[in-house]
């Protein structure tokens, strides 16, 4: 790794590419040699520039891609090229202005993708098909035999992201204060979200929600108290569970029908912190896509979209 260093600094051609995948709670930077075998791996904060703006996102990007070549034990340096698969970034006019930065500051050639398209490109050999994203927030992107593309939710916190991590989060501190107000049926996650939170009583999610500047990837990281109680058999956390995975099913076939993807069996790639953690939840969404039609196959779990974005920014020096 050393010698490619050395003659990267001398003159000769970059010999690194660097694949990056940007999400609504980490971002994830690989450092890879133009054979697309990893060098270094390194994360950092959100790369959502919805979130927290652009400069905040490309902050954190560049730390991201820092610690990448520390973990490679090689010196920072431009590269041959980089993609960038970043949430929240799909107009032509955000694309672009990333784009241009990350020439400037990265990459002689940049990428910038939809964070579905490293989905697809690295958990379906045939790079089309639909993935399905549900962490913090929720996306499916897709792309057919001939190349079109669509998307569907991807809409944020506020008027979107169902069967997210924050939605179904949100949703058991509504069931919570309902169960404690007898106003909904008993559940364990009540004191499940107190225990969590260290709180003592109902009262204080008050100030603890509202007061305490949490981020909606803060709230997500109840949902896996949700999965718990479905899996222990709280009934109240089981319904959350489904109605989340009815509500991906639509955003999933929705997008198929869009795409016109019909008379075969497509692809389907899952990713995400939620989908990838919570076997549940992925059953529950297997049981609902068979009973609407079953026409996703094979389903894959993709652990590491970074590698998607690896293989893209590959192709990206030949563009």
Known sequence: MQENSQSSAVGGPPSFVIGVDGGGT???????????????????????????????????????IERAFQDARIEKQMVAAVCLGIGGVDRADERARFAEWARQTIAPHAQIVNDGEIVLAAGLPENWGVALIAGTGSIAWGKTRDGRIARAGGWGYLIGDEGSGFELAREALRAATQASDGRGEPTKLLNAILDHWDLNSTMELVPRVYRSGLAPADIARLAPLVVRAAEDGDAVARRLIERAASALADTVIGLARV???????????????????????????????TRRGDQFAPIVLVREPVEGAVRMAIETRFL
Not at 42 to 61: S, V, W
Not at 264 to 278: Q, T, V
């Open 259 to 289: 795409l016109q993807l019909r008379d075969e069996k497509i692809p389907l790639a899952l990713a995400g912190g939620l989908l990838l953690e919570a076997e549940l939840l992925r059953a529950h969404l297997r049981t609902e896509l």
């Open 26 to 64: 980490r971002t994830r930077a690989r450092l890879a040699n133009l054979r697309g075998e990893a060098l270094g791996n390194g994360e950092a904060g959100i790369a959502n520039p919805n979130a927290r703006g652009f400069a905040a996102a490309q902050t954190e990007i560049l730390l991201a």
